[in-house]
């Protein structure tokens, strides 16, 4: 429920600065990596998982 908050306020926000509606939403989700980047010291694989924070964004086009 919270995102679809964010995401009504961010498209709302938009609207009013630029007179239209978004055209493009993504969302990307945080990531954290538990032993480091890629490849560990001891040559062992990383494991990558995502977590709540992330970052939405929203934009439109040039065409007129």
């Not at 600065?17 to 978004?22: L, M, P």
């Not at 490849?39 to 929203?58: T, W």
């Amino acid at each position: 429920m919270e995102i679809e908050n964010r995401i009504e306020n961010i498209n709302k926000r938009y609207n009013e600065e630029y007179n239209e509606n978004g055209k493009y939403l993504n969302r990307s989700p945080g990531r954290v990596n538990l032993i480091g980047e890629h490849i560990d010291y001891n040559g062992y694989g990383v494991l990558p998982f995502a977590i709540e924070k992330d970052c939405i964004m929203i934009s439109g086009s040039n065409e007129q």
